[in-house]
């Protein structure tokens, strides 16, 4: 067999940068940092939380600066405009200062709506997720009921129980009769989009491997489906919050809502109207405007976390 003999210009001297040629230049990215990255670069979703920002910061020390008491009245101060002395937004028919009444019922609408949104959000994950991953019977039996409750007319349900609490109590009710009335019905949207998610993720490749090194429903829910569901549940619990304000404000309205001299934007615009007759309507403005700021930064918030989750969406 004839001997091979190799000389130097056998060989090609290799660009050494080529080796590299394969390796993946962008730095890893976890999911939610994703998801914050997204959202960012949403402009309007970016003015709606700093508009919730803001108006949560105003709620909480608006009121220590404004040196006056939501309830104190000033007989020589009545309907006084606004930045005229002392008050920034004026005054209303009884000389209280409307800034520090403004904010507090900013204070108790966005508590409010907070407070319903989280228990909404906590019995239509269990329940959802109790019904998702059950047997096919209970989760018939589960969700006949959730759509019997849901059948009943959201507002009816919230102004019949506070017209029953008003009558027993006097004018107005109380934060905890508001928030309950609002989520005896409210949480069965969660439930129901909890449960889809969970029917479609317990047949993934990672709840059947759970499954089949015998791991517990309750386990296969809570370590590998209900994270991965977190994503609509946030949307769904951003769109909630206004929802739940503007039902608060609504009663307010109708003269069902917390307590006098308990202010919150809705009892504020009812106070408000017999003052627009007389030329007055700054007293109606300024809640309806706070109402309205609430509600669109909400909005589009939700809007903005609906796109950042969408895997759909990624670059």
């Not at 204070?107 to 959000?121: E, K, N, P, V, W």
């Not at 019904?131 to 009921?145: E, H, K, L, Q, W």
Request: hydrophobic share 50%; proline share 4%; glycine share 8%.
């Amino acid at each position: 067999m004839e001997e091979i003999k190799f000389t130097p210009q056998d060989f090609e001297k290799v660009d050494r940068s080529e080796l590299h040629g394969e390796k993946i230049h962008r730095p890893t990215i976890k999911y939610w940092a994703d998801v914050w990255r997204r959202l960012k670069q949403n402009k309007l979703a970016m003015l709606g939380m700093f508009i919730i920002i803001a108006m949560a910061l105003l709620s909480v020390f608006g009121p220590m600066f404004s040196g006056y008491g939501y309830e104190k009245q000033d007989y020589m101060n009545i309907n006084v405009k606004p930045f005229e002395g002392d008050f920034l937004f004026g005054t209303d028919e009884l000389g209280r200062d409307l800034f520090t009444r403004v904010c507090l019922g900013t204070r108790y609408s966005l508590i409010i709506g907070i407070l319903a949104a989280l228990i909404d959000f906590t019995i239509g994950v269990i329940y959802g997720g109790i019904a998702g991953i059950s047997n096919r019977y209970v989760d018939t039996v589960m969700m006949r009921f959730a759509e019997i409750v849901y059948s009943i007319p959201y507002m009816l349900v919230v102004i019949l129980m506070s017209v029953v609490f008003t009558s027993q109590e006097g004018s107005g009710t109380s934060l905890f009769v508001i928030v309950l009335a609002m989520t005896i019905t409210g949480w069965v949207p969660m439930a129901i989009l909890v449960r889809g998610q969970v029917l479609q993720l317990k047949e993934f490749e990672y709840s059947l491997a759970s499954k089949s090194i015998g791991a517990s429903n309750t386990w296969i829910l809570a370590k590998h489906i209900i994270p991965n569901t977190l994503g609509p549940i946030l949307v769904n619990v951003t769109l909630t919050i206004p929802r739940a304000i503007f039902a608060e404000a609504t009663l307010g309205f109708l003269s069902l809502g917390l307590q006098a001299p308990l202010p919150s934007l809705g009892n504020l615009s009812n106070d408000a109207l017999a003052a627009v007759a007389v030329g007055n309507g700054y007293q109606l403005a300024f809640p309806a405007i706070f109402i309205s700021l609430i509600m669109f930064a909400f909005n589009v918030l939700g809007d903005g976390l609906r796109d950042a989750l969408d895997p759909r969406l990624r670059k």
